[in-house]
C-alpha cells in the first residue's frame, strides 16, 4: 500500500446519495481535506446535472478542500485532479501509453474514457466560495452501455476490460490520494505553469481537428494548447479562439 498522505481524512461508505452531495453536506465541519468514497452511488450525477452510471466496482469518490481564493483558480484543480487520475492509473497498470488527459476533465484509456472529474464549489462568503469538492467517477471493473451515451461521445471503457487488471475501489483510492497530493503540492507552491506544462504532456488530440460545443456555439478547430487560464485554444478558420467551457468530440 502506498503511504496515506498527511493531513487528508478518508471515509468509505457502504451507500450513499452522491459523494459529492455528502461532501457538500460535510464540508463545513471538516477541519482539513477529506476524501470520501461509496462503494455505491444512488443518486449520481455529471458535468451539468446528467446522470453517471456507478456500477458496483467502479470508483466513485469526493476530495473536499477548503483553499482561500477565487473560484476562477479554484477551477484549475481539475487538472491537478487528471494528472493525480494519470499518475494513479500508470501505477496500477505500468502502462502509462495507454492513456491521455481529454480537456477538460476525462481522462482516456486506448483512446477510452475511463474517468472523468467534476468541480462543484460551495459556501460563498465574501465573494469566495469557502470549499471546493473535486467529485472523481472511474470505470474501474465496468464501463457504461452504449444506450447510456450521448450522441458521438467517447466511447467508455473499463480498467478491467482494457487492461486485465482487477482494481477495487479503496485500493484504488489508497494510489490515486498521495498522487493527488504530490500535484496539490506543486500546485500551491509553484502556480498552475507547471501543471498546464505536464497536463500538456499528456493531452489527447493535440495538433489535431476537434469540434468543441459551448451551450451556445460550435467550433471546429486545431487544438493548439491550453491557456494560463485553463481555456482550450483553437486555431479557427477566423483566428485562435479561447474556450472556457465545452464538450468535446473528435
Do not use: C
Amino acid at each position: 500500500m502506498t503511504d496515506w498522505p498527511v493531513g487528508y481524512g478518508r471515509r468509505i461508505l457502504a451507500e450513499v446519495d452522491s459523494t459529492n452531495a455528502e461532501a457538500a453536506r460535510i464540508a463545513p465541519d471538516l477541519a482539513g481535506p477529506e476524501w470520501i468514497v461509496a462503494l455505491r452511488q444512488t443518486k449520481a450525477r455529471g458535468r451539468r446535472g446528467r446522470a453517471w452510471d456507478t456500477e458496483t466496482g467502479n470508483f466513485a469518490g469526493t476530495l473536499v478542500l477548503h483553499p482561500n481564493e477565487s473560484a476562477d483558480h479554484m477551477a484549475l484543480r481539475s487538472f491537478v485532479a487528471s494528472l493525480a487520475l494519470f499518475d494513479a492509473f500508470s501505477a496500477v497498470t505500468a502502462r502509462p501509453e495507454a492513456f491521455s488527459l481529454k480537456w477538460p476533465n476525462d481522462v482516456l484509456m486506448n483512446g477510452g474514457k475511463v474517468a472523468g472529474i467534476l468541480l462543484e464549489s460551495a459556501g460563498f462568503a465574501g465573494g469566495r466560495p469557502s470549499h471546493l469538492i473535486i467529485g472523481i467517477g472511474v470505470n474501474l471493473a465496468h464501463a457504461p452501455g452504449p444506450t447510456k451515451l450521448e450522441p458521438n461521445a467517447v466511447r467508455p471503457v473499463s480498467l478491467l476490460s482494457e487492461a486485465g487488471v482487477n482494481v477495487d475501489p479503496e485500493s484504488f483510492l489508497n494510489v490515486l490520494a498521495p498522487a493527488y497530493a504530490h500535484w496539490e503540492q506543486q500546485f500551491v507552491t509553484y502556480g498552475f505553469e507547471p501543471i498546464r506544462s505536464a497536463w500538456m504532456s499528456r493531452a489527447a488530440r493535440i495538433g489535431e481537428v476537434i469540434t468543441a460545443r459551448t451551450m451556445r456555439e460550435e467550433y471546429i478547430g486545431t487544438f493548439e494548447t491550453v491557456d494560463n487560464a485553463g481555456n482550450l485554444v483553437l486555431k479557427t478558420a477566423q483566428g485562435a479562439v479561447a474556450i472556457s467551457a465545452a464538450d468535446i468530440f473528435f
